[in-house]
């Protein structure tokens, strides 16, 4: 049996804004989240065969890894969610050091679960990929995993890089991790990023303030839920706001 995926993240529906995929889906370990790709630079490729994954050990996985064909390194980086978790963490911390950004990405969208194993040293790798990383799409999941991963310290790493980037995609993935990430330090952050021009920020940070669970967002989400054009934004006003009321 083979699962659809680029290149790991197995995605419930996929939403076309033009320049790029929105997949909004469920990633094994995570919250919900919005994942984002540059369709010009990635195709969606087939992911390994989850059946038959416990014939593969750790050294087979390396092996594969360090193959010369993209299709082994990304089977290899797919099944290593099969290995000890320990195993797992190695062969993905080799993984997000590629050269092929697909690959990095694979890898990085992976870590947050198996990363609560070493949590400071994947802190301290996905805050690399973060600030350093050249693709987008990399530093995203790098700030997915830092939000996942709940470690003091984090916010001030995201905060940081929210401000210090302009792009929309990496903005995206910062703000929905901060609701996820707990740190009531957020709120303010939120807040200014519901003024946005860009309506998909707004939506992650509306999203994120129903995460966070900070009742002061009530008024504000009241009135996007009631008055906002984007029906996109509405909805997850209103989703925010059935959290907040529920708390």
Known sequence: MYQMGFVGIYCDSWV????????????????????????????????????????????????????????????????????????????????????????????????????????????KVAAELLVADPESSVQSGAADVLASLQVPGAFDILEEALRNTKDWMLQFSIL????????????????????SEEDLLRVAAVGALGELGDVRAIPLIEELAEKAEDPALRDRAQYALNRLKSA
Not at 34 to 50: G, Q, S, T
Not at 183 to 193: C, G, K, N, P, S
Request: proline fraction near 3%.
């Open 16 to 123: 076309d804004t033009g320049s790029v995929h929105v997949c909004c889906g469920r990633r094994e370990g995570l919250n919900r989240r919005v994942h984002l790709r540059r369709r010009a630079k990635y195709d969606v490729i087939r992911c390994a065969e989850v059946e038959g994954a416990s014939e593969f050990d750790a050294g087979t996985l390396r092996e594969m890894l360090t193959t010369g064909k993209r299709a082994d390194r990304a089977r290899a980086v797919n099944l290593a969610r099969h290995l000890p978790p320990a195993d797992c963490l190695d062969l993905l911390l080799e993984a997000v050091t590629s050269k092929d950004p697909q690959i990095r990405y694979a890898a990085i969208s992976q870590m947050a679960e198996v990363g609560k194993t070493d949590p400071d040293r994947v802190m």
């Open 176 to 195: 929905a991790g901060l609701g996820e990430l707990g740190d009531q330090r957020a709120y303010d952050v939120l807040v200014e990023a519901m003024s």
